[in-house]
C-alpha cells in the first residue's frame, strides 16, 4: 500500500547496524584478489550464519553459489555479493507483502506477540499510519490478563486519535473482541486493529485463548480476520523463527511485523523467517515514533542491508 511508502534512505538509516555487520563480515571473508574456492565458501557459509539468516537458508545460498562458480555464471568475488542480493530478493513475490482487505465492511486485524515483542507500540503505528490515511480505525483492547495493556493502549489511542474499544481489567478477552466487532460494523470503520494478550509461544492455555478470540472475531465478521500479524522482536534473533512456528500452528499467521528492526545487527533473520516458514514480512518497524512504520519492500531492504 503507497501509504506506507519510506525512502531508501529511510530504509538505510534505520539498518545501520545490521548493514555495517554484514559489511564487515563479509569484507573480512571476501578479499579483494582471494579466489572462489571451497575454503572461502565454508567461511561464507559461516558468516551468513552468523548474521542471522540461517542455518537453512544459508545452505540454499552456498549450494546456488557452487552452481553458478561452476557454471561460469559467476567468476570472481566481486560477483558474490550481486549474486547473493538477486537471489535473496527472489524470496518474496509482490502479493505475499500486501496487507489482504475486505471485499466489503471493515478490514479485521488481529495481532499477536509474546510479551515485551513490541506488540502494543506496533499496533498503535498501524493504526496510526492508516487513520492519517483517511481511514476510520477502532483498536481493540484483548490484552485483559496484563493490568496496564489496556491503560497502554488507551494512552496510543488518544495519542494518534483513534477509537478503543475496551473493558475492565481481568475481563474475557473474547468479549471484548465481541464487542469491538459490534462497533466496527455499527460505526462504519475501515479498520478494526486487535491487540491480544502478550504471551509465551509455549503456553499452551493463553494459545487457546487466542484461538478463541479468532473464533469469535470469524462468526461476528465473516470471512474475517482477514490478516493474522505476529509481531516478533528483531533483536532476539533466531528465536523469532521458533515463536513464529509456534504461533502459526495455533492461529494460522498470515503476515509478521518486525518491531525494532533498527536497533539491532540481527536484520538478517528477516530472510530466514521468509524461506524456513513461507510468512511474509509485512511490517517493519524502525523506530520509536508513530510514524516510524514501513511497509516491508524487499529490494530496498536488501540494498539497504548490502549498501
Not at 88 to 105: E, F, N, V
Amino acid at each position: 500500500m503507497a501509504i506506507f511508502a519510506k525512502t531508501a534512505q529511510f530504509f538505510r538509516d534505520r539498518l545501520s547496524k545490521t548493514r555495517d555487520k554484514i559489511s564487515s563480515s563479509l569484507s573480512s571473508v571476501l578479499k579483494l584478489g582471494r579466489n572462489i574456492d571451497e575454503n572461502l565458501l565454508d567461511e561464507l557459509e559461516k558468516t551468513l550464519i552468523s548474521d542471522d539468516i540461517g542455518v537453512e537458508t544459508t545452505d540454499k545460498l552456498v549450494s546456488d553459489l557452487r552452481t553458478a562458480y561452476s557454471s561460469k555464471q559467476i567468476a570472481t568475488t566481486d560477483d558474490i555479493v550481486p549474486f547473493l542480493k538477486e537471489h535473496i530478493k527472489s524470496y518474496w513475490p509482490h502479493q505475499d507483502r500486501q496487507l489482504r482487505m475486505a471485499a466489503k465492511g471493515p478490514t479485521v486485524i488481529l495481532v499477536a506477540g509474546v510479551n515485551g515483542s513490541g506488540k502494543t507500540t506496533s499496533i498503535a503505528k498501524l493504526a496510526y499510519i492508516l487513520s492519517r490515511n483517511d481511514k476510520k480505525v477502532i483498536v481493540a483492547a484483548c490484552d485483559t490478563f496484563r493490568a496496564a495493556a489496556t491503560e497502554q493502549l488507551t494512552i496510543w489511542a488518544e495519542r494518534i486519535g483513534v477509537q478503543i474499544v475496551k473493558h475492565k481489567g481481568g475481563a474475557d478477552p473474547a468479549a471484548v473482541a465481541f464487542d469491538a466487532c459490534e462497533a466496527a460494523v455499527a460505526r462504519d470503520v475501515d479498520f478494526l486493529i486487535l491487540d491480544t494478550a502478550g504471551r509465551l509461544h509455549t503456553q499452551k492455555d493463553l494459545m487457546r485463548e487466542l484461538t478463541k478470540i479468532r473464533d469469535v472475531v470469524a462468526r461476528k465478521i465473516p470471512d474475517t480476520p482477514n490478516e493474522v500479524l505476529l509481531v516478533l522482536d528483531a533483536t532476539t534473533g533466531q528465536n523469532a523463527v521458533v515463536q513464529a512456528k509456534m504461533f502459526t500452528q495455533a492461529i494460522d499467521v498470515t503476515g509478521i511485523f518486525l518491531a525494532k528492526l533498527d536497533g539491532t545487527a540481527r536484520g538478517g533473520i528477516v530472510i530466514a523467517i521468509k524461506d524456513q516458514l513461507d510468512i511474509p514480512v509485512k511490517f517493519i518497524g524502525l523506530g520509536e515514533k508513530p510514524e516510524d512504520i514501513a511497509e516491508f519492500n524487499p529490494d530496498t531492504f536488501v540494498e539497504a542491508l548490502f549498501a
